[in-house]
Structures are given as C-alpha cells and as structure tokens.
C-alpha cells in the first residue's frame, strides 16, 4: 500500500501550546497536502507542499517536507480549542490520492 | 457557494438492496473521487474521474460502481450491497489532479444489515 501514516495516532495538548504531527509515506510523490476533518464532517484541505519544496507557512500552520526520508511534518503554533480535530497527511501518486489513518488532536482550554 | 453534495447523509438498508450515492459538485471541477472511511484504515479510494466518460479504479474498487455522463455528477453505485460496505462514504472533487488540491462532501454514513 502507497498509503502514509500519520504519528502520533493521537495527541493531546493545553490550549497555548504548539502541536506537530508527523507523515511518512512510502513511494516519490507529485506533491503531498494535509487535510483537517472535524467528528463526522468533510476534510478539509489545509496546505500542499510539493515535491521540489522543503517547507511552506499558512497562518499558524508550517509544513516541512523531507523527500529523502519520505516524511512530511505539520506544526499547528499557538493552538486553540477550535483545532481538536483529525488531521490526515495525503501524498499524489499520479492520479490518485493516498491518505493516512490520521492524528487526532485534542486541544484543552 | 462552492460545494460538493452528497445524497443521501445517512442510510440504513439491507443486503443485497441496490442503491446510489449521488455526488454533484458546482465548481466545474473536471476530478471527482470516492472513497470510504473505516476505523483504524483511514481513507481509501474506490473510484476516481478524470473527466466526463473517464473512470479508474482506485484501491478497494469491489462491489461497487460508478459513472460519469455529466461533468458535475459522479453517482457510486452499490449493486448488490454486503454488511462489509458499512462505511462512511466520501466524494470529492478537483480541478484537476495535477493542482491537489480536493474539495469533500459532508459524507454519508452507510450501514447495511
């Protein structure tokens, strides 16, 4: 399987503090994006790197992206209560999209 | 407003009972995918559309079907449905796979009995 794997499966951190989760994912990608779902809802796109980049800023969110080790970081800075969520790491192999089983983050106020 | 529909949100039937999950999107998107999501396995794709009159197989393809006759319509099919399709099901669209970026529905939470 192409797909990536999100880690921690499940983080739990005080409203304030920063938060990172971590892709790893196992075949050359086009391109790899992370997604946000909330209970039961849509994801949610939030930011794509592509393959030629290292890293990429969007408001609080900064993702790095390491293609010699097939890894991608997602760091969420001054986290509040509203980012309790799943997050899913997702790599392009062609025309598909592989998605991994997601860290859930619970931000406590 | 900019959305991908699906059809119905929530449904409970029984095996073997034909059924279909619409998908319409209002974005002119010419990508349009499925997939399901289970417990502990993530989401994974069933179909994908490159355009009109365009479909693949993605990763778990059995059981189901789909079709592309409009550019904004990609209905799932489920034939003759199992317990083992009870899944939460999730279309979503782009415009094109090379700019990544996908568009979800709201799913719709399937149980066959």
């Known amino acids: 399987s192409q797909q990536g794997e999100e880690d921690p499966q499940a983080l739990s951190i005080q409203e304030g503090e920063n938060a990172t989760m971590n892709c790893s994912y196992k075949?050359?990608?086009?391109?790899l994006q992370w997604y946000r779902q909330n209970s039961g809802r849509g994801l949610v796109h939030l930011i794509l790197i592509r393959s030629n980049e290292r890293e990429k800023h969007s408001g609080r969110l900064r993702v790095t992206l390491d293609t010699s080790k097939k890894s991608s970081s997602l760091l969420i800075t001054a986290s509040r209560a509203a980012d309790t969520a799943s997050y899913f790491c997702?790599?392009?192999?062609?025309?598909?999209?592989?998605f991994g089983t997601g860290t859930s983050l619970t931000v406590i106020p | 407003e900019a959305q991908v529909t699906q059809n119905p949100r929530y449904l409970i039937t029984v095996t073997g009972k034909k059924l279909t999950v619409t998908c319409s999107q209002n974005m002119n998107h010419e990508y349009m995918s499925w997939y399901r999501q289970d417990p502990g396995l993530g989401l994974r794709q069933i179909y994908y559309s490159m355009n009109v009159e365009v479909t693949d197989k993605g990763d778990v393809p059995e059981g189901y079907k789909v079709s592309r006759k409009e550019k904004r319509n990609f209905p799932l099919i489920l034939e003759s449905p199992s317990p083992n399709q009870t899944s939460l099901y999730f279309c979503a669209s782009g415009r094109q796979a090379a700019t990544g970026e996908l568009f979800f529905g709201e799913g719709s939470r399937l149980t066959v009995l």
């Open positions: 075949t050359s990608i086009n391109n």
């Open positions: 997702a790599t392009r192999v062609g025309n598909q999209f592989y």
